[in-house]
């Protein structure tokens, strides 16, 4: 059973940058594409960004392009999400995802793909 946890958040000014990590245990993940999704204050989850098993291609919400970038090092079982030029309005509690197939797969912001989930980790940007 793999299990994902996610770390990196905290509290930080508008302007500011944080590196997110999504370190998976239990089984390894590398030949997953996996993803981030967010969840603000009384809003629905949201796709961020996704990345493919093999780091080659990625996809990010119109909402953060240029502003995140997704990673993976597949030795160290482990996806980030780098953030910067951070507002307010990425507040959110952020959580990394698996998908459901391995291999290649058809890029998607669906989170019903995405069947492992980790707990999250609480992003506060302050104006």
């Known amino acids: 059973q793999v299990q994902l946890v996610e770390s990196g958040g905290g509290w930080v000014q508008t302007g500011g940058s944080l590196r997110l990590s999504c370190a998976a245990s239990?089984?390894?993940?590398?030949?997953?594409?996996m993803a981030w999704f967010r969840q603000g204050p009384g809003k629905e989850r949201e796709f961020v960004a996704s990345?493919?098993?093999?780091?080659?291609?990625?996809d990010y919400a119109d909402s953060i392009e240029g502003r995140f970038t997704i990673s993976r090092d597949n030795a160290r079982n482990t996806v980030y999400l780098q953030m910067s030029s951070l507002n307010p309005e990425d507040t959110a509690v952020y959580h990394c995802?698996?998908?459901?197939?391995?291999?290649?797969?058809?890029?998607?912001?669906?989170?019903?793909?995405?069947?492992?989930w980790g707990q999250g980790t609480r992003v506060t940007v302050s104006s």
């Open positions: 995802a698996r998908r459901a197939v391995s291999g290649v797969v058809v890029p998607t912001r669906s989170e019903y793909v995405y069947t492992v």
């Open positions: 239990g089984r390894t993940v590398s030949a997953y594409a």
């Open positions: 990345i493919s098993s093999d780091g080659g291609n990625t």
